[in-house]
């Protein structure tokens, strides 16, 4: 029987965290989850791009669109911010392929 690797997770500790985390594997989807009442509510793929500062968010659970948002707009246009603040926008550090 294989060994179920190890994933490491954190919550996302501001939105400058959030930006370090999205470009850390060089261009692939950075993988998050939003926690509500202890249970993975959604789960989201997002990239990072600094040269416009906007995200790329990928709604996996929700089966929503994909959607193109400016830093500035987290607070406005998603929850991300107050599931920062609680501490419940949880990053998974999954092992490399």
Known sequence: MAAIPKIDMCPVESVEHLKQLCVRRG????????????????????R???EDDTFWIIHEIDDDADEEVRAEELATKTNFIAHIECGTFIYCDYPEK
Request: charged share 20%.
């Open 27 to 46: 261009g692939e989807n950075t993988e998050f989850f939003l926690f509500l009442a202890g249970i993975a509510r959604s789960y989201k793929r997002m």
């Open 48 to 50: 990072y791009f600094p």
